[in-house]
């Protein structure tokens, strides 16, 4: 039985826990780093590396034949801290970055949907861009009560692409899914679980215990059952796919347009922006 090459990824520190198959642990822990290349110190954020491996690594778990699970988690202040500006302003100036990103956010969204293995994710803090994609399509998705949920996009001067289209109407409501992407608000994990956003939400300090145990939970069950449960229930996430792919696609023909550039700055500068209204 090979294993892939995890020692490849540089943003995500990965390790093994849980109960064991053939004397393997099943549970594969994926903790974004907020540490080194893939964070700013306190948050993890996902830079041209980052973006790029949260995108990757599950093909490599769904390869890997001694992974039942998959937890993914954050690390320092929170669960994600959003785009890094540096690659936003690549992807705004160079049509070589802006096509590969594209590509990236594509597969990021369908190599989770598309992932055999069920996926666990505990957001707590702030829970922003690529980690919240994987964080709110995780199979089960366990916020603190305290996290702080935001789809920035517009926020920026882009249309909410990503997750966005396809799966928020279909976890809260096209109402709620309207009101939070175009206001950019923030949500508590507790209100989160209220509208239906997220799985569970508990208590900040029960966040990973409630996670590991959730996924030792799924890695004990018959694997075949909950992988054919998974894949089944996630045809309401692949038909909902033109809906992702047009969202995809305006979010990206955005960032070549002259909004995003006074999203990049405003948020440089940490000031409100101005899109064309007066004062």
Known sequence: MNSPDYSRYQ?????????TVNGIPCVL?????????????????????GHWELSEIWRDVGRDESVNVAVLRGSGMGFSGGGDLALVQDMATDFG??????????????????????????????????????????????????AKIVDGHTRLGVAAGDHAAIVWPLLCGLAKAKYYLM???????????????????????????????????????????????????????????????????LEFMGFAGPDVREGVASLRERRPPRYGVDG
């Open 11 to 19: 943003t995500l520190e990965i390790t093994r826990r849980g109960p």
């Open 97 to 146: 970055v802006r096509t590969r990103v594209w590509k990236e956010a594509r597969d990021l969204v369908y190599n989770v949907i598309n992932c055999d293995k069920p996926i666990v994710s505990a957001m707590h803090g702030p829970a922003v861009g690529a980690g919240l994609v994987a964080g709110l399509l995780a199979d089960i998705s366990i916020a603190a009560k305290s």
């Open 183 to 249: 206001l950019c608000d923030p949500i508590s994990g507790e209100e989160a679980e209220r509208i239906g956003l997220v799985s569970l939400a508990v208590d900040d300090d029960a966040l990973l215990d409630k996670a590991y145990e959730v996924a030792d939970r799924l890695a004990a069950g018959s694997t075949s059952a909950i992988r054919w449960t998974k894949y089944s229930l996630n045809n309401w996430l692949r038909q909902a796919g033109p809906a992702f792919d047009t969202s995809l696609a």
């Open 29 to 49: 822990d994926i903790r974004m780093r907020a540490d080194g290349p893939g964070g700013n110190g306190k948050l993890p954020t996902a830079g041209h590396e």
